[in-house]
Structures are given as C-alpha cells and as structure tokens.
C-alpha cells in the first residue's frame, strides 16, 4: 500500500531536520527526572531468575540502573530503508556501555509486510518490534496475543516507566482490555499544542526555483491563473536545465493507491475542512478541490506538466532534484533536504524556497498538518522477549529524559560539549550533520540515528538553531500548521468488511488521478470525475465513512475535546 512511502518520507523528515525541528521541551512529566537521581545501587537482580526482582522496584528510580550486566536484544524495524548497525558509532556504544544492553537489529530486506507477516504467522518474534502506528500489524500481533502489556511488565518490574510515560499517550493507545501494548516516538498531544503549538512546524510545502522564480517577477502564485502562468513563463523563459527540459511542476509519486501531493497535501492548502458539524467530510468531493484538479489538467493540456512525473519514484525525482531540473513542487520539504544541502553548497541562488502556493478562493492561509499524538511509530515488546525485567527497563530509560539526551546528544566530548553554558553539538560535528547525514551517523550516530523512541518535546532544549536552506522552508510552516490527532487510527482492518471496500477505492483512486490530468477536455474530466465519484458510492464509501465516523467521536472522546 501506499504507506510504505509514507513512512519513508515520516523517516526522512525526522532523519534529515530531526536536529531542526522547532518543538518544544516537555515540562512536568519526569524533566527532573535526571536531576533527582542519585546514585543508589538497588539490590542488584539475580541475573538468573530475571522475572523474580530482588527488591521491590522504585518509583523514583531508574530501574535500569539495577542491573547492567551484558545483554542482547533482537529489535526489529519494518523500516526496509534504515541503514545503520547498533554498536558501529560511539553514541550507541556508550550506551551499552553505560546500560549494559547491546541490540541487534533485524530489518527486512524487501517487503515490510510480507516479513512482518511472516513473524506474526510464526508465533515467534524477536524481543522489541518498531513499525508504524498505522500499520495492520499493531492489532494482529495485539489480538494474536503476541505481546506484552507495556502497564503489566511496569508494574511488576519497573514502576518508573509510569514516572516517564506521558499520560496522555497512555489513554491514546490503551486498548478496550485496559492494556497499552505500544508506546510512541515523535508524539505530541493536544496539551503539547497548548504548551510548544507555534513553534511546531509542518513538512508540507510548496517550493519554487529560487533564481528562476525571480527571474520571472516573483508571480503570486496562489490563483489557478497566477499558477498557470508561472509556470508557463518558467518554461518559456527557460526551457532547458543544463541541457536537460526543464520540469515545470513536481509532485510525490503517483502510486497504487494514489498520490500524497494530489491528495492531503492539495486538501490542507486549499485549507478544505476534514469534518463540518462534527461530521467527517469528504474533502475529494469540494469544489475548491475539483476546481484546482481541473486546473492542473489545464496545465498538462498547455505542456505544463512533464512526462516525468507520471512515472518517477522517488529515486528518480531525488535525482533531477539535485540537477534542479524543476521549477515548481508540492512537496515534503525534508525528502529532499539532503539534495537542498547539495544545491546550496553549489549555488546559494539556485536552491528552492517555500512560496505561498495553491489557495482556495478567499485565498485563506493553507491548514497543514503537525505533529499528532500518534506519533511515528509504536514500540511493542514481544511475550517471547527474553528478559521481561531488562526490556520494560530499558525502555524506561530510552523514554527518560537521561535516554533521550544520550540518544539524542550522545556522549560529552565526542559529538556534544557544554558550550557558553549550553549543552550542544560540537560545531564540526554540526557541520557534518547538514553536509553528509549518512557519514554523521556512522562517525557519530547521535542526534537520533536511533530514533525508535525519539521525543522532540524533550530534546528541543538541546537543538541547535536552524540554518539555511533549511530555515527558510520550515519558517514558511510556522502558524500554519494544525493538530490533526483525532483523525488518525480511524481506519478498519484491512482485512474487515470495511477495509476490503477502502482497499478497493484506494486502488480506484490510484488508476483515477492520472486519468483526470490527462483528460483531453473539461468536458471528459467531468466524465471521469462523476464516473469515480459514483464508483465510490457503489463500492460501499457509506460503510467505511460510518466505521470512521465512531472511530473519530471515540478519538475526540479520548482526547477530551
């Protein structure tokens, strides 16, 4: 499905601009915990019976600390993409040294779900299991009994964890049996909306050429005529890129199931609401959205719209990126940031900068999506862990706020130092990080090279300040962007009655996008759209928009709003 990009583009933004991005630090829930602690040694635990604590475990202590003899952990990420090794870097060995847990990771090695379903069918999996909140596989390993409570294995061997753990991710992600299984990473709630909201930006934007933008007037861009026209000037005024044809508008890859530029992206700039009275609205039937579908048919009936774009993964577009064959893109800023650094290095004049794009016609700020209390991933310790006491512990500590600055800064005079009295990078560690992300990881592998339960609220008082091209793109967010937590986790089961109707309208809408661009007139767009919009109907939407419908008032019911 679609969702397998959708994760990369999640990880790429976190990877690429975790450093820079503008959350906030966590008040309240166990900040001080790192200033409280004391170097107590509780009882040690009989390494031999790991499931029976010697002594009655704390509250207020790091319950890791009882216990740092060597262990190794099996963690697996369905992340096919993630390229990095425990124990190859000085920050994930000084946490091994310092914990006593090493970890092994196991990553697939093609297909995600066809791994992650084979573990489940096997009935065995490996100690720690990371995967996105959205996937199927968080309820199967669930109802498949599968994997511990998280609240169960706190309780018996770690009461600290309650001392970490946000309250209000809890009550998101506790179960119907009064269990949680997964907690998140990259989460923030409603209440961290209230506390850090307009310092939290959004991934979402669109960018133009920055030399060829002003070469052409600086067009308003934010009316389908204004957008037309720029990119027609764009292409008349330079048809060729370094001897290759200038691309005039990119856009996220069509897949399968659809594309994320033509879709969300599109919908939260024209600022289209997701639900009205409380109802769930279909944003694919509004006006504004059909009138700017049209107008991008518009723009490949003129030769607006490349070739190219049809048919390129993200390998391809990363590519002529970096050459900077587009004018124009509706985008995820941080897909492209390490192609941004390139281009910046080359030509500060050529790099893109975010514009203000497609409006609707009140021309109203677009409403982008921001962090939401879901989070990235979910983290699940599985029933055949092989330490319950070490796993619930180590957890702990990595939620901690001690966890989170190793993780995060890593050890002290090798990649941070305490510098005019602040805790940061060492500069030529942040020189590497914005030049070569990869090279960083390996040399250095702090700044959440690990990320499984990364949280920006808490290391935002240790991030350093944006710089360029960077800064620009992601200042352009700021105050656009919307806590959209009460929509997420309202799909059914891809194998339910209603997730066999929503799997079939994903694929109609991914064989129906392109089509309504390539149509030769309005008349024919008209005929495609009306024959989908009906399709849908027909297909069953009524039924999964009633499953959505409770899934979302549950949401909001939980969520106290």
Request: hydrophobic letters at 35%; one cysteine or more.
């Amino acid at each position: 499905m679609g969702m397998k990009s959708k994760s990369k583009k999640m990880m790429m933004l976190l990877m690429a601009c975790i450093m820079v991005l503008s959350l906030a630090a966590c008040g309240g829930n166990g900040n001080n915990a790192a200033k409280t602690e004391n170097a107590n040694n509780t009882t040690k635990t009989d390494t031999n019976t790991p499931s029976e604590p010697a002594a009655k475990p704390s509250a207020d202590e790091p319950g890791w600390k009882s216990d740092t003899s060597p262990i190794t952990f099996d963690w697996y990420l369905n992340f096919a993409w993630f390229p990095n090794k425990w124990g190859v870097d000085p920050t994930s060995q000084y946490v091994t040294k310092k914990t006593g847990v090493d970890i092994n990771f196991i990553v697939p090695a093609g297909n995600e779900n066809e791994k992650l379903n084979t573990l489940i069918a096997s009935g065995k999996l490996p100690d720690f299991i990371t995967l996105g909140w959205w996937e199927d596989g968080v309820k199967k390993m669930i109802e498949g009994g599968l994997v511990e409570p998280l609240n169960k294995l706190a309780e018996e061997y770690d009461p600290y964890f309650f001392k970490v753990a946000d309250p209000d991710k809890i009550g998101w992600y506790t179960q119907e049996d009064g269990n949680i299984y997964g907690y998140p990473n990259s989460s923030s709630s409603p209440k961290d909306y209230e506390k850090y909201g307009d310092t939290y930006v959004s991934n979402q934007t669109f960018v133009v050429r920055k030399d060829i933008y002003e070469a052409i007037g600086s067009p308003d861009m934010r009316t389908p005529e204004g957008f037309l026209a720029a990119l027609k000037a764009a292409k008349e005024k330079f048809p060729e890129i370094d001897g290759q044809p200038i691309i005039p508008l990119g856009l996220h890859e069509f897949t399968q199931t659809g594309n994320d530029s033509l879709e969300g992206y599109l919908q939260n700039f024209l600022a289209i609401p997701r639900e009205k009275d409380g109802k769930l609205y279909d944003r694919e039937s509004d006006p504004e959205y059909v009138r700017w579908l049209k107008t991008l048919r518009q723009a490949n009936q003129d030769g607006l719209l490349a070739k190219d774009i049809f048919i390129d993964k993200r390998a391809q577009m990363e590519e002529k990126i970096a050459q900077g064959r587009y004018f124009a893109m509706l985008y995820q800023r941080t897909d492209f940031a390490a192609q941004l650094g390139t281009l910046y290095q080359q030509d500060p004049d050529k790099i893109y900068i975010a514009v203000d794009g497609p409006a609707n016609t009140n021309l109203d700020a677009p409403k982008l999506n921001g962090p939401s209390i879901s989070g990235w991933t979910v983290t699940l310790i599985s029933k055949d862990v092989k330490d319950k006491d070490r796993a619930i512990k180590f957890l702990s500590y990595l939620m901690s706020e001690e966890g989170q600055k190793d993780l995060y800064l890593g050890e002290q005079g090798v990649s941070y130092d305490t510098i005019d009295g602040k805790d940061q990078f060492k500069p030529e560690v942040f020189d590497l990080m914005n030049k070569d992300r990869s090279a960083f990881d390996k040399q250095y592998g702090s700044s959440f090279t690990f990320w499984m339960m990364q949280d920006t609220n808490i290391t935002y008082q240790w991030a350093p300040q944006s710089v360029e091209p960077y800064k620009q793109l992601e200042d352009w967010t700021r105050g656009k962007t919307n806590s959209v937590s009460e929509f997420d986790l309202i799909d059914p089961l891809a194998n339910s009655d209603e997730g066999i109707i929503l799997g079939k309208i994903k694929d109609l809408r991914g064989k129906t996008l392109p089509k309504l661009l390539m149509a030769s007139s309005e008349a024919e767009f008209d005929k495609i759209y009306a024959d989908y919009m009906k399709k849908k109907a027909d297909l069953g939407n009524d039924k999964v928009v009633a499953f959505q419908q409770v899934k979302y008032e549950e949401n909001k019911a939980k969520l106290g709003m």
